[in-house]
């Protein structure tokens, strides 16, 4: 089973529908990410959390909302979808204590969200 | 201003040969890391190699290694020996500041690599 996983993988939505994307980690780190992918721009952060009591936004947090449910679950929510908010989107986690200075972001799979 | 350059949308290279993907950045912060990634077609995303910006020699895993120039702030994925299944997406990425922090990570726009038989 994958350490950072997320759900649903896939979605099609209609303009003005909420929508929620799940993601949960067995990998026990504090800190968890959001980004989208959009092609010919990388991934942008959305929001991400130092832990359950933190929640900051990213580059592109308008049109988001987040919830740090717990130190394990991370949900990104779109409160009304718009057709440009269609995207791959990446829930991150990362660990400060692995290595030194480094940092890296451990990501799930990925969810493909289509909105109509 | 763009973080993290990516100046090579699409870059092609023959199987067993080496290929280089240039990165840029721009940052004022003495501590950072350079991280890349790749990402097949499936879409997950896969950490290849990091660079801390007071490591003294260039990092290397395996095929691939990261052609660290400081002063002209480039920090280049250099895959040799090019294999069928390195045909993929590479992301650039750069942590400013030093890890313990939120480790934010800025990436690049990407480089489609594909390797011909």
């Known amino acids: 089973d994958a350490d950072v996983t997320q759900t649903p993988r896939n979605r099609i939505t209609k303009t003005g529908k909420r929508i929620m994307l799940e993601c949960s980690q067995t990998?026990?780190?504090?800190?968890m990410y959001w980004y989208r992918q959009d092609p010919g721009l990388g991934l942008r952060l959305i929001y991400y959390s130092f832990d359950v009591k933190d929640i900051n936004k990213g580059e592109i947090s308008d049109g988001y909302s987040v919830s740090r449910q717990a130190q394990a679950k991370f949900s990104l929510s779109l409160e009304s979808a718009i057709p440009n908010q269609t995207a791959l989107y990446f829930c991150a986690t990362s660990d400060p204590n692995r290595g030194p200075n480094t940092g890296e972001l451990f990501f799930g799979e990925g969810s493909r969200l289509t909105v109509l | 201003a763009q973080k993290i350059t990516q100046t090579q949308p699409g870059m092609f290279v023959q199987e067993k040969e080496a290929v280089t993907l240039d990165c840029t950045y721009d940052t004022s912060d003495p501590s950072y890391g350079l991280f890349w990634y790749k990402q097949p077609s499936s879409g997950e995303m896969i950490f290849l190699i990091y660079?801390?910006?007071?490591?003294?020699q260039n990092a290397t895993e395996g095929r691939y290694s990261l052609n660290f120039q400081k002063a002209r702030k480039s920090a280049n994925l250099v895959i040799s020996a090019s294999q069928l299944g390195d045909s993929a997406m590479y992301f650039c990425?750069?942590?400013?500041?030093?890890?313990?922090?939120?480790?934010?990570?800025?990436f690049g726009a990407g480089t489609r690599l594909a390797v011909h038989p």
């Open positions: 990998k026990g780190h504090d800190r």
């Open positions: 660079q801390g910006s007071y490591d003294q």
């Open positions: 990425a750069m942590r400013e500041g030093v890890s313990g922090g939120y480790n934010k990570l800025i």
